[in-house]
């Protein structure tokens, strides 16, 4: 594989020193930024609208361990549970003891946690979780409260700068360490710096069927990849059980949070049975991975396109202060969730793999840090518990802001050093043919929806493998002239990655479920 996507002389790219770069401004990538300490200059890119990103989408929460029945200890067994015992478990009690710290400081900040009526956190329960403890704003717009609220402060720390409409190109690399990133800036600029700290989220784009925006193309972690960074867990790829179902797959799928069901929501098949009851001890709150099967196995069956949930055993009042945003989506397509079942599918929506990272975020290339989805943290195995990302988020990114501040070289001894690198050793001379990526995009999402979805087997997956074969040796001389190409390079290594693994990965385990291996009975709860 080539190893950069760009193809232009960095020695005549403008270039910008600072003491951090991070790319992508969801939640990790904001909760970096205010963590870096106020004398360290740091510049953060977003790709799009703060609308867009995956962290503004979530709907039902943060998990957190907050009430009088929980206990880190429950939160640490349910985690692993769900995770199919894949865990790094030592990353999961961080994740549960330092988590309820990052809820407090949230709420220091301004940020409005919905209440019980006698004022305490409300906490409710999704798939998978034996207590509750799902955080959760506006009822189900928890990411929407975060973004702002944390945007809203980044912008206004006088040491951070916030960048709209950049794209990243590519990481570089000097004596295996990380010392740059490339980025589209209404052209190509060269951001130089000791430390680069990726958050640019998840990889839905790869899929036709996703809740991810349309950001999620893998960039960060292809660009890691070209750069030699480790990656892990990539045939782990989570699909949520409940999107409302729509024809029109050229948008993202809007969500049904799991915390319908946590709050009494049904499924039911089209003949309006309940299905899970008999398939698992949790019921409709089974963890995310055996819903999400169970759900595509009825569908098989039925020969349709969707199931049922089933919440009309609320009232209209609760479901609109509870549900507001799920509620009035729902309207706006002529359903009346009060009244009516609400078709749903399960769909792509997040990515367990990733770039390997220590409990710092730290890459296997020194100066790169990743954080958020784009990291392998190792806390959620082979399937995420609900709502654990967020906080994952919150947790890991502080860590690693921690671990720069502590550890800030100084950027003039930097900028010293980068100045003896040449850069036109980076620079790729054999570049010829222009690639209709439009076309490519398209087929990629078909053959990962075909043979890299919910269920798997080898037959499949060594088709996949190879066409995306074929795509990428299209890439290997291609002349990518925008950010556009770019990112459908970068879903065709992610792509490769998530086949590969998911070949080699002989057994069904979490969110990777193959049908030509014989799978042991699903663990009962434990
Ligand atoms: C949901 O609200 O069901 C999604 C939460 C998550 O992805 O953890």
Request: aromatic share 8%; with cysteine; hydrophobic share 35%.
């Amino acid at each position: 594989m080539r190893r950069f996507a760009f193809h232009c002389d960095l020695e005549k790219v403008e270039k910008i020193y600072s003491d951090v770069v991070i790319v992508g401004s969801g939640i990790a990538g904001l909760y970096t930024a205010l963590n870096v300490d106020d004398h360290l200059f740091c510049v953060i890119f977003s790709k799009d609208k703060k609308e867009a990103c995956n962290t503004y989408l979530a709907q039902g929460g943060i998990a957190a361990v907050t009430q009088k029945d929980d206990s880190f200890e429950f939160h640490y067994k349910d985690t692993l549970y769900a995770g199919a015992g894949l865990c790094d478990e030592e990353a999961v009690r961080v994740l549960v003891t330092e988590g309820p710290r990052e809820i407090k400081r949230l709420i220091s900040f301004g940020i409005h946690f919905d209440m019980d009526d006698n004022c305490n956190l409300h906490a409710t329960r999704e798939g998978g979780h034996t207590r509750n403890r799902i955080l959760h704003c506006g009822g189900d717009a928890t990411g929407k409260e975060v973004v702002q609220k944390l945007t809203g402060l980044v912008v206004n720390k006088p040491n951070v700068t916030l960048k709209d409409d950049i794209c990243l190109i590519d990481i570089i690399t000097h004596r295996g360490r990380a010392e740059g990133v490339l980025v589209y800036e209404k052209g190509y600029k060269l951001y130089i710096s000791p430390n680069i700290v990726i958050c640019s989220g998840g990889i839905g784009q790869i899929y036709q069927y996703t809740t991810n925006s349309q950001s999620a193309t893998g960039d960060g972690i292809a660009a890691a990849i070209r750069a030699g960074a480790k990656c892990e867990n990539m045939e782990f790829v989570q699909f949520h059980p409940t999107a409302l179902f729509q024809t029109d797959t050229s948008q993202r799928f809007f969500l049904i949070s799991e915390a319908v069901r946590g709050e009494g929501g049904i499924l039911r098949n089209v003949k309006g049975e309940r299905f899970m009851v008999t398939q698992h001890p949790m019921g409709d709150l089974a963890p995310r991975d055996i819903v999400a099967r169970e759900i595509f196995k009825e569908i098989q069956k039925s020969n349709t396109s969707h199931v049922y949930l089933d919440i009309t055993s609320k009232s209209k009042h609760f479901l609109m202060q509870r549900f507001p945003t799920i509620y009035h989506e729902c309207k706006k397509r002529d359903i009346d969730i009060s009244k009516q079942w609400i078709p749903v599918c399960p769909v792509q929506h997040y990515f367990m793999g990733g770039v390997k990272t220590d409990l710092n975020g730290m890459s296997s290339i020194v100066g790169l840090y990743v954080c958020g989805e784009a990291a392998c943290t190792g806390v959620h195995g082979a399937n995420r518990l609900a709502s654990n990302s967020l906080l994952e988020g919150l947790v890991f990114s502080r860590r690693c802001a921690q671990h720069i501040n502590r550890q800030a070289q100084s950027l003039k001894s930097f900028v010293s050093h980068i100045n003896t690198i040449q850069y036109n050793d980076c620079t790729d001379k054999k570049i010829l043919q222009e690639i209709n990526t439009a076309a490519i995009r398209q087929k990629i999402k078909e053959v990962m929806s075909k043979y890299g979805g919910i269920i798997r087997n080898q037959k499949g997956l060594s088709a996949g493998l190879e066409i995306i074969d074929e795509i990428l040796a299209q890439f290997e001389n291609a002349y990518l002239s925008t950010p556009k190409d770019i990112e459908a390079f970068n879903m065709a290594i992610i792509a490769k990655k998530v086949l590969v693994s998911a070949l080699r990965r002989k057994q069904c385990v979490g969110a990777h479920y193959r049908d030509d291996i014989i799978q042991h009975k699903e663990e009962k709860v434990c």
